[in-house]
């Protein structure tokens, strides 16, 4: 029986049967799978369809929309807000009904007796909008293996019973025979019977540039993917010749359907989420901890055990920061807007941040850091290098002989060779509005690309009267044309080959016999150019008597006349040199990844700066699929450029390097570079040259295929890194002060420093206007000069201590200004019962106003003890109700100026930082003061956010004047206290408690 290799799947009753098939004869496959030349019979269809099932790829967890949805509502942060808006609306409806049912309560409204309701749904939008936002990205995210799919879905001809026959691809067989031409796309994994010059495209699967010539010799048993040159695989295409395959592996066994299976990998948490949902378990706490706090405080002050229930959840409430998923959410977008006109397309918007934080770039070769067009950079003939500019199949490009410009058609050599390889040719190039298609090889119409520069053109072409093709075994091929009656013989291959052929060369004008020194010199000059990584061919032409023998192929190729050698390369992208440095000062390593052979990738990655040292390491496919884990671990970090990879290869390599805690970016655009796309922190689809699987299970998609595009959009995944670490800052840093302020006056006064209204605003306004503006600040071009953040590093984490402090002065600032008021007129108000003459005269007359009034109603008699009382009250709550203004104007303005110093860390002073170039944020400022001026100038809203309901008090300039004091006061100490951080004795305190950074 054969050897086969077993591979246990995750079910254990499972296994899958690794069968080499290319090691096999033709004879032995047929025995293996119980077919015939005939093909099968339809019975044996039917029952291995029952076996084997259609050949369909699968997906084991199939993406449920009910499942995605609930999903979107599973971030601890999330939670939070959807358990806040729940109890304020139980809240909100609670004091609304109890307004309604209130006969003292002329027209109850929700604004002012169901505010909660208010702040419940500014909540329940922010979620709802996150929600959608994020469906959205897993919808398109789990399309990918849909499209993967596609590659199946066609008709195939196959030979069962005898005779040719159309099916569906999807109900291939193992042991089915299948027929093949140009442009067919392979339906299944096969093992060739018949090949005529065959040649695939296996770019999809193997990333390999060059179409394949296949074979039908056998190979052995442990060589690679790209080694079977008797085997075809699903997904890759026909492009040159015929072939008749059976069919061994279908569905999820062929090399598609394992590519399919990586696809399948759960996808992470990008580092913003891991933080924000740190950052939700710590608000967590907090907000308990305040809830307890609150509940025994009024508890021991003899409150209803109720009733101090709801202010500790009123107080927690208004600790969660709403605007944070919307800061965050809006940041992300803008972040995306930038992006896509930078030709970034970015299909998941944490993916944005997640730039910023990328340490290594796996990039694809071709297309990306190459231009994926083969261009032929010079021509050597015995006369010497001849070099052709211009790039890719543009005809721009001169020719040049020892830096002089020629014409190609003076150099009688050159001529003949360009005449040459312009004949000997099957492709073309189709030009069309800037579009431009190859038609055939891409080495071939690279060589047409040179004609046309040339000057030749289609309608100049000689009838062609024979050709002789290319096989992998000839290595050259030959056309015989017509020209003005004398039949010529052009031919190219491979050069040891074609000098085979040859008994002569143009040397000096003329014809002259080959020797062993011209053949040395010959060889000389190809060893040279491939050392170049060059992809050389040799070029050479005889005349052919008339009445030649079209199936003696030696006569016809014998005696030929070397003309020269041609160098193609598909050429490196010009900018991507300096992308390459960028990111190496950024403290970002690239790598290459790529199907293609060693040489070729080693000459571009030291062309355009991947390879800088002795020290960077190269590694081929066959070495790398036999190195322990623990040895890859080790060198990994040396290795600079991986050729001949396998799709299985480029997964491992980023799965282990994320193993090591780095971020990484993966790009590609075949459907082999799919699961390490998906697999990655980043992964990055070509727009160009990207196949639609590539695509959908990218987070990004390069429209240019640029490899500088990638450097770009991670410059603006830092920058929008940066402004949220200022708005996270800022909201930390200004969210808690009202909770303690009032927390610290209840507890001692029994009265509380802001309302409730006043409260919601405060949160609004901060939480939206200012926060969101700092989304805009400008891109800070020393960014790229400084290395990512850790892996391991949490953001949040850092600025805790910043935050904390920040905190204690807004708490400070909101505490000392209500209390320079209270106190002011506390020891009058809470002294004897009448003792309130010395009260402000204002808040004194309203009082008595207030009374009289009342005592004209007929409820007291005038001066009577009910009549002292009601005004001792009266007296009392406008006091209250000025101290609560005041500390609402002075909290707000400490919270506007402050968000100034939020937006700097701690390694830049606010003057060096530039307040005021962002535009958006003193807009943000202007406009929330406005709003403020308005909340407590005009009486219908001062009515509403303050304690004032019967009359309107006009802030003094004494008030300003002591709010003003407070709030620049504070802030000044706060960026006092930004120096101290950066002095290196607080530094050196800090690191021996493990924060790194505090901003």
């Not at 710590?282 to 405080?297: E, K, Q």
């Not at 017509?482 to 031919?491: E, H, Q, R, S």
């Not at 396998?646 to 459907?671: F, I, M, N, W």
């Not at 304690?947 to 002591?962: E, Q």
Request: aromatic share 8%; with cysteine.
């Amino acid at each position: 029986m054969s050897k086969k290799k077993k591979k246990k799947t995750e079910t254990p009753e499972e296994e899958i049967i690794l069968t080499p098939w290319h090691s096999y004869d033709s004879k032995k496959i047929f025995d293996e799978l119980g077919s015939e030349e005939k093909g099968l019979w339809e019975h044996d269809v039917v029952s291995r369809l029952e076996k084997y099932g259609h050949n369909k790829l699968t997906i084991t967890e199939k993406f449920k929309v009910l499942k995605m949805i609930a999903e979107q509502f599973t971030d601890f942060l999330v939670l939070l807000l959807i358990a806040a808006g729940i109890i304020s609306i139980g809240f909100g409806l609670n004091h609304y009904i109890h307004a309604i049912n209130d006969p003292d309560i002329l027209k109850p409204t929700l604004l002012e007796h169901g505010e909660e309701i208010i702040d419940a749904i500014a909540i329940f939008a922010i979620v709802i909008i996150n929600a959608v936002i994020g469906f959205v990205q897993d919808y398109r995210s789990n399309q990918a293996l849909e499209k993967l799919k596609e590659y199946f879905e066609q008709d195939v001809v196959v030979i069962r019973e005898g005779k040719e026959q159309i099916v569906h691809s999807s109900d291939l067989v193992p042991g089915d025979i299948v027929n093949l031409e140009v442009g067919d796309k392979i339906p299944a994994d096969c093992r060739l019977l018949k090949a005529n010059n065959f040649k695939i495209d296996e770019a999809p699967l193997t990333g390999e540039s060059n179409p394949i010539t296949k074979n039908l010799e056998i190979v052995e048993e442990d060589s690679r993917l790209h080694e079977r040159k008797n085997m075809i695989y699903s997904g890759t295409t026909c492009v040159y010749g015929r072939g008749q395959a059976i069919v061994v592996e279908t569905g999820m066994r062929t090399e598609m359907g394992k590519i399919a299976e990586l696809t399948q990998v759960k996808e992470e948490l990008t580092p913003l989420q891991q933080a924000l949902d740190k950052l939700g378990k710590v608000l967590g706490i907090i907000i308990l901890v305040i809830c307890a706090v609150v509940m025994i405080v009024n508890a021991s002050l003899g409150e209803p055990l109720l009733e101090s229930f709801e202010v500790a959840i009123s107080l927690a409430i208004s600790a969660v920061p709403e605007g944070l998923p919307a800061a965050i959410v809006i940041t992300l977008a803008i972040g995306v807007s930038k992006m896509a006109k930078k030709n970034t397309i970015v299909s998941r918007l944490p993916a944005v941040e997640t730039l910023g934080s990328v340490d290594y770039i796996c990039s694809d070769k071709t297309g990306t850091l190459t231009r994926n067009e083969m261009t032929v950079k010079e021509v050597w003939t015995m006369q010497g290098k001849t070099e052709i500019g211009g790039s890719g199949y543009l005809l721009d490009g001169d020719f040049t002989q020892d830096g002089n410009v020629i014409d190609p058609k003076s150099d009688n050599i050159l001529n003949q060779l360009i005449e040459t390889v312009y004949h000997c040719n099957n492709s073309g190039v189709l030009r069309n509005e800037g579009k431009i298609d190859i038609k055939g090889d891409p080495t071939e119409a690279a060589l047409v690309v040179i004609g046309e520069k040339a000057g030749y053109t289609p309608d100049m072409i000689k009838e062609r009267d024979h050709e002789i093709f290319f096989d992998s075994d000839r290595k050259r091929m030959t056309t015989i044309h017509v020209d003005n009656g004398k039949l010529f013989a052009y031919m190219k291959g491979s050069p040891p080959v074609v000098l085979t052929r040859c008994n002569s060369a143009m040397s000096n004008g003329k014809v002259e016999k080959m020797t062993k020194k011209l053949e040395q010199e010959i060889m000389d000059a190809n060893l040279e150019m491939s050392t170049r990584a060059l992809r050389v061919l040799a070029v050479a032409y005889r005349e052919v008597p008339k009445g030649y023998d079209k199936e003696n192929v030696d006569e016809i190729e014998d005696d030929m006349v070397f003309i020269g050698l041609t160098g193609m390369i598909d050429p490196a992208r010009p900018e991507v040199k300096d992308a390459i440095e960028e990111c190496r000062m950024a403290g970002i390593t690239t790598v290459m990844i790529t199907g293609d052979q060693q040489p070729t990738a080693m000459a571009v990655a030291k062309e355009i700066g991947i390879i800088t040292s002795e020290d960077d390491l190269v590694v081929n496919g066959d070495e790398f699929s036999l190195m322990p884990d623990d040895e890859l671990k080790e060198i990994i970090e040396k290795i600079k450029v991986y050729s001949r990879m396998s799709p299985k290869d480029k997964y491992r390599v980023v799965e282990t390097l994320q193993e090591l805690d780095h971020r990484v970016a993966c790009t590609g655009d075949g459907v082999n570079d799919a699961p390490a796309i998906k697999k990655s922190d980043i992964g990055v689809a070509m727009g160009i040259t990207g196949t639609d699987v590539t695509k959908e299970v990218a987070d990004m998609v390069i429209t240019d295929d640029a490899f500088n595009t990638i450097v770009s959009a991670v410059e603006e995944g830092r920058n929008i890194f940066e402004n949220m670490k200022k708005f996270i800052r800022y909201l930390l840093s200004c969210n808690f002060d009202e909770i303690f302020a009032v927390l610290i006056v209840f507890s001692i006064w029994q009265e509380i420093p802001f309302l409730p209204l006043q409260i919601l605003f405060l949160n609004l306004l901060t939480d939206a206007l200012p926060a969101l503006a700092l989304s805009f600040d400008p891109y800070d071009p020393e960014l790229m000069k400084r290395p990512p953040r850790g892996k391991q590093s949490s953001f949040v984490k850092d600025m805790y201590v910043f935050a904390s402090i920040a905190g204690i002065v807004a708490l400070a600032c909101s505490l000392g200004i209500f209390l320079w008021a209270f106190l002011h007129y506390a020891p009058n108000v809470y002294g004897s019962e009448h003792d309130i003459g010395a009260i402000g005269k204002t808040f004194y007359d309203w009082a008595v106003l207030d009374a009289n009034n009342l005592a004209q109603t007929g409820e007291f008699t005038m001066f009577s003890t009910e009549y002292w009382t009601f005004l001792h009250d009266q007296v009392r709550h406008y006091v209250v109700s000025y101290s609560q203004m005041l500390a609402f104007i002075a909290t707000l303005s400490f919270e506007l100026w402050f968000v100034f110093i939020a937006r700097n860390d701690n390694q830049t002073s606010l003057i060096k930082s530039r307040p005021f170039k962002n535009k958006y944020l003193i807009g943000a400022v202007l406009l929330s003061w406005f709003l403020l001026v308005g909340a407590v100038y005009l009486p219908s809203t001062q009515a509403i956010f303050t304690g004032f309901k019967l009359h309107t008090y006009k802030i003094t300039l004494t008030d300003w004047g002591a709010i003003m004091a407070f709030t620049l006061g504070f802030c000044l100490f706060a960026e006092l206290m930004r120096y101290v951080f950066r002095t290196r004795a607080f530094k050196s305190l800090v690191s021996r408690f493990g924060a790194a950074d505090l901003a």
